[in-house]
């Protein structure tokens, strides 16, 4: 079997690499293709999967976001055309490969686990004949968008699916030059790009503040800052008490081996999670089903004020727990539109 993936941002990497090695084992050929945006090429490179770069992102505004789905769909679908045929193509969020998929009248799949971003899954849930969703999702959420019959539901987080097999190292620290014995923070900053995030987070900006004072402190606290474009990079480069990480890392290991971890968007505050570190959410938003449920549990902090952030140092050796999920389940999720033919 033949089996197209595109990926159009850095955590569809980090999903799809096991999707991707679950179906390679199984003797199927899988087909990569990649839009250049934030560290989605690097985290490419990084994991050694064959891909080919088409598109760019096109900017934050609705229209330029028009603009760039019809013209990266259609270089997609003069890319399909040249190397198909394919029996189904998949993808996380990539509203591209629904249309270039449904125009070349190949089945498509999609995931996703945040809701609300409206005008994504308008189109992705309506093309595709699989939408694979977390558990936590109330069906009826999503119905609007045309997903009726089509939801294939999973347990738990996709994180502890795609972080099944993983074992932090420490050597991310090293090549950051983080002291262990130091207090690390691990920051993310806002998806200023996406439609659902639209305006400044006052709070993360006091977040940076407040850490920038913790450097200079008793504590000497590190604070890593992993920008989501390079216009947030240029902003913090620079700017003393921070670590602005120049190209793409083992973010996972940093946060498997930080004391904290603040993050105004999804998948990192959900890595956290799965890998049992101390996490709080400054997303202004409105919060999807899963992470409503982590908040509910405990697992999830929502930070109101920079000064309830706990900055202590974790005691060495504490245990954390981890739940691991097995990845070929979404593979078959993902493949179901497949048995239906």
């Given at each position: 079997m033949r089996v197209w993936i595109d990926l159009t941002n850095s955590p569809h990497v980090l999903v799809m690499r096991p999707v991707i090695e679950v179906l390679e084992r199984d003797g199927h050929e899988v087909s990569v293709t990649a839009r250049d945006f934030a560290q989605t090429l690097g985290l490419l490179r990084r994991f050694g999967i064959a891909h080919t770069a088409i598109g760019r992102h096109r900017g934050e505004r609705l229209t330029a976001k028009a603009v760039g789905l019809a013209e990266r769909s259609a270089a997609l679908t003069r890319w399909a055309r040249r190397?198909?045929?394919?029996?189904?193509?998949?993808?996380?969020?990539?509203?591209?490969?629904?249309?270039?998929?449904?125009?070349?009248?190949?089945?498509?799949?999609?995931?996703?686990?945040?809701?609300?971003?409206?005008?994504?899954?308008?189109?992705?849930?309506?093309?595709?004949?699989?939408?694979?969703?977390?558990?936590?999702?109330?069906?009826e959420r999503l119905y609007a968008y045309g997903a009726r019959g089509k939801l294939r539901r999973y347990e738990g987080l996709k994180e502890e699916y795609y972080l099944a097999d993983f074992e932090p190292d420490p050597g991310v620290l090293v090549e950051l030059g983080l002291d262990p014995a130091r207090p690390i923070a691990v920051v993310r900053t806002p998806p200023e790009v996406s439609l659902y995030h639209r305006f400044e987070n006052d709070l993360f900006a006091g977040v940076l503040g407040r850490l920038r004072e913790e450097a200079a402190g008793p504590r000497a606290v590190q604070s890593v800052v992993l920008p989501r474009t390079d216009s947030q990079r240029a902003q913090l480069r620079g700017i003393r008490g921070f670590t602005v990480p120049e190209r793409?890392?083992?973010?996972?290991?940093?946060?498997?081996h930080a004391d904290v971890v603040v993050s105004a968007g999804g998948t990192m505050n959900r890595e956290a999670v799965a890998l049992g570190t101390p996490v709080y959410t400054t997303f202004e938003g409105r919060p999807g089903a899963v992470d409503e449920r982590l908040i509910a549990q405990g697992r999830l902090r929502r930070l109101r004020d920079p000064a309830d952030l706990d900055l202590s140092k974790r005691p060495r050796g504490e245990e954390r727990a981890r739940v691991k999920r097995d990845p070929r389940i979404l593979v078959e999720l993902l493949l179901s539109p497949l048995q239906s033919r």
């Open positions: 190397e198909g045929p394919f029996d189904i193509a998949l993808g996380h969020g990539s509203n591209d490969i629904s249309v270039a998929a449904a125009l070349l009248r190949i089945p498509s799949a999609t995931m996703f686990d945040y809701e609300w971003a409206k005008v994504q899954h308008h189109v992705n849930c309506r093309l595709a004949r699989a939408v694979v969703v977390p558990g936590a999702i109330p069906p793409a890392i083992d973010a996972q290991s940093l946060i498997a």
